[in-house]
């Protein structure tokens, strides 16, 4: 290229920069004074030649920071280092209201003989880029913090957390109360005056905020606020000044509803397939900028991003609420009164799990108590939480051991989860159940765990009573083992506590801590069982229940010597004589004769059976409880069976008027034979 066009383009390229260029160009002499300025540049600030030639950048521009810049340009005028793209925040000339943002890049003039001439400096107008960027940065805080819990309020606050400080001076999110409670709510627009919620405030000015947290009060009507539920559409709302106020009569209702020194909101409803569920309020107060179509926008885009999460916690919550019902609709009111025990419970619902309980009366005075938990959420683990309740009342009125009672119960589980088609994702039933029985008349208990935790049992004195209870697998439907028992005779006063992993589980890591605060809070004799587990609940529970909370307790008592009457026979046909004998007589030591006639028949009748179809020898057994108890027990295993006589037979009606003079009657097994036994009812 010849010299002459080079010179040529140098001037076209200079010409270009000066007039045509869209980034505004300053040339400042070595004492950083205006010498030259672009067309770009005068268009930037609307300034004159004559208000920036020969002056320095505090004297042109003195709302830039003047100190910082001419630091900057002092080192690139003496080092040659060059600025590239400094970012400077500033008024608007022409709108002190409004901020802007310039990038400054700088760089050092010489001449072909070294001579500095001074500083070139390039300032870019990147307000708009910059804005785009913090409304794309605090969309993307939205995206990452918002919804982390299925907590409608949790989730409400965090939505105000995202918007304040750098969008809004205030933040104030409501909500309707039925979001809240999980009921169903209908698509469409609110119906003017309805109530709603305040469930989040969050300010950065000084001071009280505008409404209280928590408070209920329906929207003022007409408003932009009820237009907005209305019409599920944002509002942007500016304060008018007095010169405008005839444009909008009634606004200084709206102006009131705003509140001192707020110039400007956006109320955007919360809405999830138009329906509405809350709104949010963007307010600005010490910021002088007024809120612009596109914060609009991001308003919008904000509200819908809370608003899927609400929703989803609405729907937890719902479905939590019915599940809660189911499983407090299939667990005991409270449990029966029963001679062999005293019991009271406490159930708290937590996040997940289906806990249960049971007091069940069996045969003999005996109590079986029973305690479970079934993993999961929802309705599938309150509905499998039901079914296994349902096993173990039945199984239990089988007088099944309790080792035996958790195999079946470990069958079922595996029925159950033969029978269910689980999603993708969705667990099969898995339970824990602790079964126990308490027999008053020795004082024995048995006990069998299937992956539960063990009882705590604390004598009378305060003493931990040793139940070393082995621990098996859960009810899974493995069958992998089997259940063990062990029985130990229990002082009598002995408290026991069942209880579920959810109640000792949560204030720290080892849950043998939980399970040491319980003991300790037990170990007062001299409290009722109600005000233990109201001890329990605000000692041992944690603060926040990751799942359900479940604890039995059950003071153990014995019957009376004189309330039991027990003979050994013979397996001879003379001794049904002697056996009616013997019980008439304890009938009338007991004052009950009046039961004398029915409950010769029913001795009779069992008696004879155990005779013809058992093996000796005989024992017979007079309990004096809630009703009278007759057992008759022989050692063999031999079931005995009804059926239905002809007119012909000689026999086969036996157990038939056994079970007709009986409020109860059935059989139990043990290692040594069966016991047949009846339960009539005693007036008074």
Not at 562 to 586: G, H, I, K, N, Y
Request: aromatic share 4%; net charge negative; hydrophobic share 40%.
């Amino acid at each position: 290229m010849q010299d002459t066009d080079r010179s040529d383009a140098d001037e076209a390229l200079l010409e270009a920069l000066f007039t045509r260029a869209p980034a505004g160009l300053f040339v400042l002499d070595p004492d950083l004074r205006v010498i030259r300025f672009n067309a770009a540049a005068r268009g930037m600030r609307g300034l004159t030649d004559d208000r920036v030639l020969g002056r320095t950048i505090e004297e042109f521009a003195p709302a830039f920071p003047a100190a910082e810049l001419n630091d900057l340009a002092r080192t690139c005028l003496e080092a040659g280092t060059s600025v590239r793209r400094h970012k400077v925040r500033a008024p608007r000339p022409n709108d002190h209201t409004a901020l802007m943002t310039v990038a400054l890049s700088m760089f050092r003039l010489r001449d072909r003989g070294g001579r500095v001439l001074g500083l070139a400096v390039m300032v870019e107008d990147i307000t708009a880029q910059e804005e785009a960027l913090a409304r794309l940065e605090i969309l993307n805080d939205a995206h990452r913090v918002i919804g982390s819990t299925l907590d409608p309020q949790t989730t409400a606050e965090e939505l105000a957390g995202v918007g304040v400080g750098r969008f809004a001076d205030t933040v104030l999110v409501e909500l309707l109360d039925d979001v809240l409670t999980g009921r169903r709510l209908l698509p469409g627009p609110v119906r003017a005056g309805a109530p709603m919620r305040r469930v989040a405030t969050r300010t950065v000015l000084d001071g009280p905020g505008t409404t209280a947290t928590g408070s209920l009060a329906a929207l003022p009507f007409p408003t932009p606020f009820s237009q907005s539920v209305h019409d599920l559409k944002p509002r942007l709302i500016a304060r008018l000044s007095a010169d405008e106020a005839w444009l909008a009569p009634g606004r200084d209702r709206v102006d009131r509803l705003l509140g001192p020194g707020v110039h400007s909101v956006i109320v955007a409803p919360l809405t999830v397939h138009s329906t509405v569920l809350g709104l949010v309020a963007f307010l600005r107060v010490e910021q002088p900028h007024p809120f612009e179509e596109e914060d609009l926008r991001l308003a919008d885009e904000l509200a819908d991003r809370a608003a899927l999460s609400i929703d989803r916690a609405r729907h937890y919550i719902r479905e939590r609420t019915v599940a809660t019902a189911l499983q407090r609709r299939l667990l005991p009111v409270s449990p029966p009164q029963l001679p062999a025990v005293d019991t009271a419970f406490l159930h708290l619902s937590g996040e997940a799990g289906a806990d249960w309980f049971d007091v069940i009366p069996l045969s003999g005075a005996r109590t079986a108590l029973a305690c479970g938990t079934v993993e999961g959420r929802g309705l599938e683990a309150a509905a499998a939480m039901g079914q296994l309740r349902t096993v173990v009342q039945t199984l239990a009125r089988q007088d099944l051991p309790p080792e035996d009672l958790l195999g079946c119960l470990d069958e079922t589980v595996d029925r159950l989860n033969a029978d269910a088609t689980p999603g993708p994702g969705e667990p099969q039933v898995f339970a824990t159940c602790l079964y126990l029985v308490y027999d008053p008349v020795n004082g024995r208990c048995t006990a069998a765990s299937a992956g539960h935790p063990p009882p705590l049992a604390i004598g009378v004195d305060g003493t931990q009573v040793p139940l070393d209870l082995p621990l098996g697998g859960p009810l899974d439907g493995e069958r992998d083992g089997g259940y063990r028992a062990v029985t130990v005779e229990l002082p009598e006063q002995t408290l026991l506590a069942l209880y579920t992993r959810g109640l000792v589980a949560g204030r720290d890591e080892d849950p043998t801590g939980g399970r040491q605060r319980l003991r300790h809070v037990l170990v007062h004799p001299d409290r009722d069982l109600t005000g233990l587990c109201d001890d329990v609940a605000y000692a041992v529970v944690p603060d926040r229940l990751d799942e359900d909370a479940m604890l039995l307790l059950a003071r153990t008592k014995r019957l009376d010597s004189d309330r039991v009457a027990l003979w050994t026979l013979p397996a001879e046909p003379a001794v049904v004589s002697t056996a009616r004998t013997m019980v008439s007589q304890q009938l009338l030591a007991w004052g009950l004769a009046d039961l004398a006639d029915s409950t010769g028949l029913i001795v009779s009748e069992l008696v004879t059976n155990a005779i013809r179809y058992g093996e000796g020898p005989i024992r017979v057994r007079l309990i004096r409880d809630r009703g009278l108890l007759c057992e008759v027990s022989d050692g063999s295993s031999t079931a005995p069976h009804m059926r239905l006589a002809n007119e012909g037979d000689e026999g086969g009606r036996g157990l038939f008027l056994v079970m007709h003079l009986s409020r109860r009657w059935g059989t139990r097994y043990s290692a040594r034979g069966k016991t047949v036994w009846s339960e009539q009812t005693v007036d008074g």
